[in-house]
Nanobody
Framework: VQLAESGGGLVQPGGSLRLSCATS????????MRWYRQPPGKGREFVAL????????SYADSVKGRFTISRDNAENTVDLQMNSLKSEDTAVYYC?????????WGQGTQVTVSS
């Protein structure tokens, strides 16, 4: 299983970024995919999930209405569109899949929201 996040960077408050996670090594279309983040000095926290065929999504309260998770089962990718970014969204963002009770993670991508 391999997960590779991309799309992070420095953005001003109120701006937008789109993160992407490229995957391989498992049957992508049959797995729920998740995004997590780890703010500086804090633990990893759940951000969003999307079920196998995109029929259901769920978001942390802190990002609801601002972030949108989506997936492309033909390309084996999962994206996170982040709008109206705030300084508290600054974190390393990780893509996650749980397969046979084992959690797999990418290397993460840094998102910094600052003026």
């Amino acid at each position: 299983v391999q997960l590779a996040e991309s799309g992070g960077g420095l953005v001003q408050p109120g701006g937008s970024l789109r993160l992407s996670c490229a995957t391989s090594g498992f049957t992508f279309s049959t797995h729920t995919m998740r995004w997590y983040r780890q703010p500086p000095g804090k633990g990893r926290e759940f951000v969003a999930l999307i079920t196998s065929f995109g029929t259901s999504t769920s978001y942390a309260d802190s990002v609801k209405g601002r972030f949108t998770i989506s997936r492309d089962n033909a390309e084996n990718t999962v994206d996170l569109q982040m709008n109206s970014l705030k300084s508290e969204d600054t974190a390393v963002y990780y893509c996650n899949v749980r397969r046979q009770a084992v959690d797999y993670w990418g290397q993460g991508t840094q998102v910094t929201v600052s003026s």
